[in-house]
């Protein structure tokens, strides 16, 4: 059975880079299939699309977020990470981890990690 | 890329149909077949309900039903029932080789 599990710093200062791991049990994330990638939902509000890679490499970011973004794949440790740099109170968000597939940005998420950004 | 547009709310008695509207453009809803659909409880993982317009994975329930006409996508809850009330949202691939989600609507059982 497929899971996933977000970790990290639930408090980040502003200015500073938010880093988030996502440990993944039941699948490979070396898999051909599937890609790996964040999304998140600031308190009270709807679900942002962060970007998301292929084992191969490839990364596809929210244009919005791309030029603080970067998404990784550590394939010995069967776990993805998310770092977003020059955090504002913006940011401030649960922050999802998910498995997506062809044309689904979520086909499995991750229970979320709440990250408040907050001097 | 901008979110596409959903109704803040939509009610309905137990037992009736409803219908959840999401109006994209040429680039995401009207040019892809990859239109899904999430529901989520308060506190909780939203959780795919439909994908690729009208799929729906292995365990939800057949009430549940998407289509998509031009640039708007739609999902119907036939028989509405008391554990429907969520929140609900429709997403979908762009031309960008990105994903959008839509701003959410709120279902209510009355």
């Not at chain 1, 990364?59 to 977020?65: F, I």
């Not at chain 2, 008695?13 to 989520?40: A, F, H, K, R």
Request: contains cysteine; charged residues 10%; glycine residues 10%.
């Amino acid at each position: 059975q497929l899971q996933l599990q977000e970790s990290g710093p639930g408090l980040v200062k502003p200015s500073e880079t938010l880093s988030l791991t996502c440990t993944v049990s039941g699948d490979s994330i070396s898999s051909s299939n599937y890609h790996w990638g964040w999304i998140r939902q600031p308190p009270g509000k709807g679900l942002e699309w962060i970007g998301s890679m292929y084992y191969s490499g490839n990364t596809y970011y929210n244009p919005s977020l791309k030029s603080r973004l970067t998404i990784s794949l550590d394939t010995s440790k069967n776990q993805f990470s998310l770092k977003l740099s020059s955090v504002t109170a913006a940011d401030t968000a649960v922050y999802y981890c998910a498995r997506l597939s062809d044309g689904v940005p979520a086909d499995h998420w991750g229970q979320g990690t709440l990250v408040t950004v907050s001097s | 890329q901008s979110a596409l547009t959903q109704p803040a709310s939509v009610s309905g008695s137990p037992g009736q149909s409803i219908t959840i509207s999401c109006t994209g453009t040429s680039s995401d809803i009207g040019g892809y077949n990859y239109v899904s659909w999430y529901q989520q409880h308060p506190g909780k993982a939203p959780k795919l309900m439909i994908y690729e317009v009208s799929n729906r994975p292995s365990g939800v329930s057949n009430r549940f039903s998407g289509s998509k006409s031009g640039n708007t996508a739609s999902l119907t809850i036939f028989g509405l029932q008391a554990e429907d009330e969520a929140d609900y949202y429709c997403s979908s691939f762009t031309s960008s080789t990105t994903y959008v989600f839509g701003t959410g609507t709120k279902v209510t059982v009355l």
